[in-house]
């Protein structure tokens, strides 16, 4: 070592030169002080002691200030303590205690410190600093703080020039908004804000949940995206979905999933012995004595007992849901559940939030009465192809377009974002960091200590419990849910869904396919478009549109839109009940059919059956104008033909293969999924408009082998021919 100068110098017993604000050279590097110690060991070590207003210069132009020095410079390792601070750049690295070696420019702190730069201040335990690469090593308590978010850890690498930060175990980044990232292995870049994570990750927003086997998010854009073993869960709705991959917008809380999106819906299995009163709000309207604010003030007040009794019937209920982590088929047990989960799949799954304002509720006009019998005027029922009964209504003009979708969410977030950083970030505060003098140092060092004994480091298990929370609330039946818009305020919100191509639909009791189905919470109605059938025990029920909606958590009403046909397999022969119209409407009590009416050239055709002999008697064949259907129990209690055209009985045995159909009779049990794994894995078959009469007649002549027993106890051979009779009278 060098001493370039000094104010005075003097030797003390003849081995140490203490000199006062000298200025030394080493290996290229200056250090002063206000005074120090150079002295030699008994093997001829070189080693420095200073005190006072410390200031190491080195070559690449790193500064590193100090009270107290103990240098080594053999070794070139430098011992700082009391009020370090180290400049390299636009980096600035504040402790009490600091280990530097200037060969290998690296700075060590153990005892608490901070590093600030470029808008993010961490602070830790321990870190280790490396001046080449720009890279430090942060252990134990580690809080990030940057204008947009607060990082968590105990484990982290960051480099200081490109703001990444890579994370090694259990790390929480929460947002200034509320949103928060969660993974245990990843990286997040605190000046884009891109986040890349890879194990055991969860993104949460308010009452939103993502999670994915590897998660992307861009918080400019707000833009989340999930990749294997996806789940979305969106508690406030209680909407629930999975799949492979999972593309989550902030701007309108969409979710866009595919490679087997699964959609799970709680319907309540309402039943005599339920001590829920489920009782729709809407009929305290009925008295038109009471005024807005008397029917609101009721309406709080049995949502309130609903609650409290709600809470008494929760566990049952869950323990009726199906396990999320497995895809069994459901086998109806002899007492119904409580509750029922009813499964959509399909190519695109697609959900959103919109102001409940642009929701345009459809108006079917239905009335559990009947309502006027139909001419031949064909009353407007909102098909999805009616533009002008969707005005505004964004729900049903969305394009799948995932390039469009991103493309339109960075312009709204990115405008929040810069207006956080305005009041967030000051321009003005690196400034003062740098200038920051040995009071602010000590200042912020003991602050830096509170917070990280004040900050909840996260554990690991964290995560596990907010998700299976969230599954559990959004597996559980909405009791309370409002079925009209009235009492909605302007600003309130709504979730739709939309499924396209392939849709799979699976109850215990129901199951149905479709090209596409859409969904609206403000009125629960479902909307089946594209050939949509529906299946539930013996029966299949088909129409150009099927309209099926839900209240108060039970199914309430259905309507089956131009060729509505309903069929139903007659015990255990190939003859079929038969239902059809230009449109049926049913009514539900407790999940089964109150009522039925078919309107348009309705036709009945029934196979009276001997309960004995479980054999057919005679067939019964009804057109009128409306057909009026009463059942109890699923079974029929009251019939009424309405304008009859013609009403004939034909004993079974002169029943013959050209009147034991309708017009337009279809029998597709193979279409029908049996099990949510079958649901998956399975799509419908191609419907060509050519049908395959080579295919048909080697099926039927296959069934053919087995004899169906008649009434007065002969063998019928069914003829392959059936199908071909089928097809003409189709056409």
Same mark, same amino acid.
């Given at each position: 070592?060098r001493l370039?100068?000094s104010?005075?110098?003097r030797?003390?017993?003849q081995k140490?030169l203490?000199?006062?604000?000298?200025?030394y050279?080493h290996?290229?590097?200056?250090?002063?002080?206000d005074?120090?110690?150079?002295?030699?060991d008994d093997?001829?070590?070189?080693?420095?002691?200073?005190h006072?207003?410390?200031?190491?210069?080195?070559?690449?132009g790193t500064?590193?200030?100090?009270?107290h020095?103990?240098?080594?410079?053999e070794?070139?390792?430098?011992?700082?303590?009391?009020?370090v601070?180290?400049?390299?750049?636009e980096t600035t690295?504040?402790?009490n205690?600091?280990t530097y070696?200037?060969?290998?420019q690296?700075?060590?702190?153990?005892?608490?410190?901070?590093?600030?730069?470029?808008?993010d201040?961490?602070t830790?335990q321990s870190?280790y600093?490396f001046e080449?690469?720009?890279d430090?090593?942060f252990?134990?308590?580690?809080?990030?703080?940057?204008p947009?978010?607060?990082?968590?850890?105990d484990?982290m690498?960051?480099?200081?020039?490109?703001?990444?930060?890579?994370?090694?175990?259990?790390?929480n980044?929460?947002?200034?908004?509320g949103?928060?990232?969660y993974t245990?292995?990843?990286?997040?870049n605190?000046a884009?804000?891109i986040a890349?994570?890879?194990?055991n990750?969860?993104?949460?927003?308010?009452?939103?949940?993502l999670?994915?086997?590897?998660?992307?998010?861009d918080r400019?854009?707000g833009l989340?995206?999930?990749?294997?073993n996806?789940?979305f869960?969106?508690t406030?709705?209680k909407f629930?979905?999975?799949?492979g991959?999972?593309?989550?917008?902030?701007?309108d809380?969409s979710?866009?999933?595919?490679?087997k999106p699964?959609?799970?819906?709680?319907?309540q299995n309402d039943s005599s012995?339920?001590k829920v009163?489920t009782?729709?709000?809407?009929?305290l309207k009925?008295?038109k004595s009471?005024?807005?604010?008397?029917?609101?003030?009721l309406?709080?007040?049995k949502?309130?007992e609903?609650?409290?009794?709600?809470?008494?019937?929760n566990e049952q209920?869950?323990?009726?849901?199906t396990?999320?982590?497995?895809n069994?088929?459901l086998v109806p047990s002899?007492?119904?559940?409580?509750?029922?989960t009813?499964?959509?799949?399909?190519?695109t799954?697609?959900?959103?939030?919109?102001?409940?304002?642009?929701y345009?509720p459809?108006?079917?006009?239905l009335?559990?009465?009947?309502?006027q019998i139909?001419?031949?005027?064909?009353v407007?029922?909102?098909?999805?192809d009616?533009?002008?009964s969707?005005?505004?209504?964004?729900s049903?003009?969305l394009?799948l377009?995932?390039n469009?979708i991103a493309?339109?969410?960075p312009?709204i977030?990115?405008k929040k974002?810069?207006g956080?950083k305005?009041?967030?970030?000051?321009?003005?505060a690196?400034?003062k960091?740098?200038?920051?003098d040995s009071l602010?140092?000590?200042?912020?060092t003991?602050?830096?200590?509170?917070?990280?004994?004040?900050a909840e480091m996260?554990?690991?298990?964290?995560?596990?419990e907010l998700?299976?929370? %969230?599954?559990k609330s959004?597996q559980?039946?909405?009791?309370?849910? &409002?079925d009209? !818009?009235?009492? $909605?305020? /302007?600003t309130?919100?709504t979730r739709?869904?939309?499924?396209?191509?392939n849709?799979?639909?699976?109850?215990s009791d129901?199951?149905?396919?479709a090209?596409?189905?859409y969904?609206?919470?403000?009125?629960?109605?479902f909307r089946f478009?594209?050939?949509p059938?529906?299946?539930?025990?013996?029966?299949q029920i088909?129409?150009?549109?099927?309209?099926?909606q839900i209240?108060?958590?039970?199914?309430?009403n259905?309507?089956?839109k131009?060729?509505?046909?309903?069929v139903?397999?007659v015990l255990d022969?190939?003859?079929?009940?038969?239902?059809?119209?230009r449109k049926?409407?049913?009514?539900?009590?407790?999940?089964s059919i109150e009522r039925?009416?078919?309107?348009?050239? %309705?036709?009945?055709l029934v196979f009276?059956t001997n309960?004995k002999? &479980?054999?057919? !008697?005679?067939m $019964?064949h /009804?057109?009128s104008?409306?057909?009026k259907i009463?059942?109890?129990?699923?079974?029929?209690?009251?019939?009424?033909s309405?304008?009859?055209?013609?009403?004939?009985i034909?004993?079974f045995?002169?029943?013959?293969?050209?009147i034991?159909?309708?017009?337009?009779?279809?029998?597709?049990p193979e279409d029908?999924p049996k099990?949510v794994e079958d649901?998956l894995?399975r799509?419908?078959?191609?419907?060509s408009?050519?049908?395959?009469?080579?295919?048909d007649?080697?099926?039927?002549a296959n069934?053919?082998?087995?004899?169906v027993e008649t009434?007065?106890?002969e063998v019928?051979?069914?003829n392959?021919?059936?199908k071909?009779i089928?097809?003409?009278?189709?056409?």
């Amino acid at each position: 070592m060098r001493l370039l100068s000094s104010d005075r110098s003097r030797f003390i017993n003849q081995k140490i030169l203490r000199s006062y604000r000298p200025m030394y050279e080493h290996k290229g590097s200056t250090l002063s002080a206000d005074s120090g110690d150079l002295y030699k060991d008994d093997l001829g070590r070189e080693f420095f002691e200073a005190h006072g207003n410390i200031v190491i210069n080195q070559p690449s132009g790193t500064t590193i200030y100090g009270t107290h020095l103990h240098y080594d410079a053999e070794s070139q390792q430098a011992v700082l303590t009391r009020n370090v601070r180290m400049v390299d750049g636009e980096t600035t690295l504040t402790t009490n205690y600091l280990t530097y070696n200037m060969r290998s420019q690296r700075g060590t702190y153990r005892n608490g410190g901070r590093i600030e730069g470029k808008g993010d201040t961490i602070t830790s335990q321990s870190a280790y600093y490396f001046e080449t690469s720009k890279d430090a090593y942060f252990n134990n308590k580690v809080v990030v703080r940057s204008p947009n978010v607060i990082i968590y850890t105990d484990t982290m690498q960051y480099n200081t020039m490109y703001r990444d930060a890579f994370f090694f175990g259990p790390t929480n980044i929460k947002g200034r908004k509320g949103e928060n990232l969660y993974t245990e292995k990843g990286t997040y870049n605190t000046a884009f804000g891109i986040a890349k994570f890879n194990k055991n990750n969860l993104y949460t927003e308010g009452s939103r949940f993502l999670k994915g086997d590897s998660l992307f998010y861009d918080r400019n854009k707000g833009l989340g995206e999930a990749f294997r073993n996806v789940v979305f869960v969106d508690t406030l709705d209680k909407f629930y979905s999975e799949g492979g991959y999972g593309k989550y917008i902030e701007s309108d809380q969409s979710i866009l999933m595919t490679d087997k999106p699964l959609v799970k819906y709680v319907i309540q299995n309402d039943s005599s012995n339920s001590k829920v009163d489920t009782t729709n709000a809407d009929s305290l309207k009925t008295d038109k004595s009471l005024s807005k604010k008397e029917i609101k003030k009721l309406e709080r007040e049995k949502e309130k007992e609903l609650k409290e009794k709600q809470k008494q019937q929760n566990e049952q209920e869950l323990k009726a849901v199906t396990d999320t982590t497995e895809n069994k088929p459901l086998v109806p047990s002899k007492q119904a559940p409580q509750v029922d989960t009813a499964y959509m799949t399909a190519d695109t799954l697609y959900s959103r939030v919109i102001f409940v304002r642009d929701y345009k509720p459809l108006d079917l006009k239905l009335d559990r009465n009947g309502g006027q019998i139909e001419e031949t005027t064909e009353v407007d029922y909102g098909d999805l192809d009616d533009s002008t009964s969707f005005d505004n209504a964004d729900s049903l003009s969305l394009k799948l377009d995932s390039n469009k979708i991103a493309d339109k969410s960075p312009q709204i977030n990115s405008k929040k974002i810069e207006g956080a950083k305005k009041v967030i970030a000051p321009k003005k505060a690196p400034e003062k960091t740098k200038a920051a003098d040995s009071l602010n140092i000590e200042l912020t060092t003991k602050a830096d200590s509170v917070l990280r004994k004040k900050a909840e480091m996260p554990t690991g298990n964290e995560h596990d419990e907010l998700i299976t929370d %969230a599954l559990k609330s959004a597996q559980t039946a909405d009791t309370l849910l &409002k079925d009209s !818009t009235q009492l $909605f305020a /302007d600003t309130a919100r709504t979730r739709i869904v939309r499924a396209n191509y392939n849709v799979r639909v699976f109850k215990s009791d129901l199951q149905a396919v479709a090209d596409s189905v859409y969904y609206g919470m403000v009125d629960s109605m479902f909307r089946f478009m594209g050939k949509p059938m529906i299946w539930s025990d013996g029966s299949q029920i088909s129409a150009d549109t099927i309209f099926m909606q839900i209240k108060n958590g039970k199914m309430d009403n259905a309507l089956l839109k131009q060729n509505a046909f309903m069929v139903n397999a007659v015990l255990d022969t190939l003859k079929f009940n038969q239902l059809k119209g230009r449109k049926i409407t049913a009514f539900f009590a407790n999940n089964s059919i109150e009522r039925l009416f078919v309107d348009g050239n %309705a036709e009945n055709l029934v196979f009276s059956t001997n309960d004995k002999t &479980k054999t057919i !008697t005679e067939m $019964f064949h /009804d057109r009128s104008s409306r057909i009026k259907i009463t059942m109890e129990n699923n079974k029929i209690i009251d019939y009424v033909s309405i304008r009859k055209i013609d009403q004939k009985i034909y004993p079974f045995k002169l029943v013959t293969q050209e009147i034991e159909v309708l017009p337009g009779f279809q029998w597709k049990p193979e279409d029908r999924p049996k099990s949510v794994e079958d649901m998956l894995n399975r799509k419908r078959a191609p419907q060509s408009s050519v049908p395959d009469t080579e295919k048909d007649d080697k099926k039927d002549a296959n069934e053919s082998s087995s004899p169906v027993e008649t009434k007065a106890g002969e063998v019928k051979k069914l003829n392959p021919a059936t199908k071909k009779i089928e097809e003409k009278i189709q056409n």
